[in-house]
């Protein structure tokens, strides 16, 4: 008789094993055994649909998969897994049976794999890039098929996997981890698809050889991209220039793996930016004098009222939202008020007030009358010691964008170039964000006006002196001694 099939999980490992959710992510380190956890997470889910099932195992290539992830599974289950078709098929020989597909996918034309068979649970592994390259990793497209097929054997329950290495803060995973644990809902029969995040940290895997452990701790350069993401499990940050934020600081200012709750009956305050890529950041105002953002909805290649119907509205509409916020104030580009072509009674800001019932008012047209109050609420704190600026994990492309993603463009000497930042998509939230700041806290615009006029006010006095006004008190030149150049 066979020994039994014994997995020693982690606390992590045995969350994900065991989540009731549809989609479940398993993010960690290096080492810290994910794989070995999916191995144990599909015989869980055999186990709870009670019945022999099929699968499927997705990389980016096929010889991937014969390299690395096959050697791991027969490692970990010995003579009960059978590979055959040139590793395209695995048949792990417990009770109740799985039946698995193994294929990579090199190209877009490679999705069609997925349409045929009827899967109970399909495994998505390591769809980030150890390496940004061309055909690396998997694209989101193969996510979202993966969704859509892996509910169609009968009598099973559907069941999404990924496990991976963090990737950088730019790939579609991160996105997707940091989005609303309600996945989706079909309005006709309530059904929910539920997704969960497990995040193993650093060190939690006990059987991992430390001569590894020290391994990685050497290769990887402390502050880059890949310490980040293979020694803390981190998402890398990725700075395209010189930060127009960098008073932003994600340990404080960043809900990292938490989904900040709506308070409800708190003001809530929808921040615009318009044109062809449009952005609506959506945020509350809860004591004492703090700005929690929940959600940001962006466009591309729409309006205004594109925007509303198909994101903003449909969001507003869901349980998070709905009934909770009885106030809003809609803050945001002034230009949104300028009348266009056909008619001077249409504009953008009265087809935003029109669809959402609301008020618009125009943010500060001048950059500094922005961008100098965003920065002094960024490094502010409230009267109970925290953040005046807090941020859900939902609002990741919010994060992105004060993160290092908004930035000014630099030369070869690294001085910044031009006037404003570089016109990207995160400008766009950028842009949205300072909008609504800066109106939303205008205490701090007037500190930092007053200052400014000082300061000017000062080199204007420098400026006449240096021309030759001397002081009639005393007939010296009072920059004497003191500036770059004297007047005799």
């Known amino acids: 008789m066979a020994d039994p099939l014994v997995f020693d999980l982690s606390p992590s490992q045995s969350e994900f094993a065991h989540a009731d959710e549809e989609i479940v992510m398993l993010i960690g380190p290096m080492g810290e055994g994910k794989t070995f956890c999916g191995v144990a997470s599909i015989l869980v889910h055999a186990a709870r649909c009670g019945r022999r099932i099929r699968g499927a195992l997705i990389r980016d290539t096929h010889q991937n998969i014969k390299i690395s992830t096959v050697p791991d599974i027969q490692e970990i289950l010995g003579n009960l897994v059978t590979f055959h078709d040139d590793y395209k098929k695995m048949i792990i020989h417990t009770t109740p049976k799985v039946d698995f597909d193994l294929f990579g996918i090199d190209d877009p034309a490679s999705l069609s794999k997925l349409q045929g068979p009827q899967y109970a649970i399909i495994w998505l592994e390591e769809p980030a890039p150890i390496i940004e390259k061309a055909n690396a990793g998997l694209s989101r497209d193969v996510f979202d098929m993966a969704v859509a097929r892996a509910s169609r054997q009968k009598g099973t329950k559907m069941r999404v996997q990924i496990t991976q290495n963090p990737s950088d803060e730019d790939h579609w995973t991160e996105a997707l981890a940091n989005e609303p644990d309600l996945y989706g809902k079909d309005p006709h029969t309530g059904f929910q698809i539920r997704k969960k995040v497990v995040r193993i940290p650093y060190g939690e895997n006990k059987f991992l050889n430390p001569q590894a452990r020290a391994a990685h701790l050497s290769v990887f350069e402390e502050g880059s991209g890949q310490y980040y993401r293979y020694v803390l499990g981190k998402a890398a940050p990725v700075m395209k220039g010189k930060a127009v934020t960098p008073e932003y600081n994600a340990s404080i200012h960043f809900a990292q793996g938490t989904e900040l709750k709506v308070v409800e009956g708190a003001v809530g305050i929808r921040m615009w930016d318009a044109w062809q890529d449009p952005v609506c950041i959506i945020a509350q105002m809860v004591p004492p004098g703090k700005l929690w953002f929940h959600h940001v909805c962006a466009g591309s290649n729409m309006g205004v009222k594109e925007l509303i119907q198909e994101q903003v509205l449909p969001l507003l509409n869901t349980p998070k939202y709905k009934h909770k916020i009885h106030d809003w ?41 922005r961008i100098d109050p965003t920065k002094s609420a960024l490094t502010s704190m409230a009267s109970d010691g925290t953040p005046k600026i807090y941020l859900s994990r939902t609002a990741h492309l919010l994060h992105r964008t004060l993160n290092g993603g908004w930035h000014w463009k630099k030369d070869n000497s690294g001085n910044v170039v031009g006037a404003l930042p570089v016109k990207d998509r995160f400008d766009h939230v950028g842009m949205a964000f300072t909008y609504g700041v800066s109106t939303v806290f205008p205490q701090e615009a007037v500190g930092r006006a007053l200052k400014k006029r000082s300061r000017q006010q000062a080199m204007k006095r420098a400026m006449s002196y240096r021309a030759g006004n001397f002081s009639r008190k005393t007939g010296s030149n009072p920059m004497n001694g003191y500036g770059s150049r004297a007047v005799a």
Do not use: N, Y
């Open 329 to 369: 104030r809609d803050i945001g580009d002034p230009t949104m008020r300028t009348p266009d072509q056909s008619s001077v009674h249409r504009t953008t800001a009265r087809v935003l007030e029109d669809l959402l019932k609301a008020r618009f008012e125009p943010g500060p047209t001048r950059w500094h009358a």
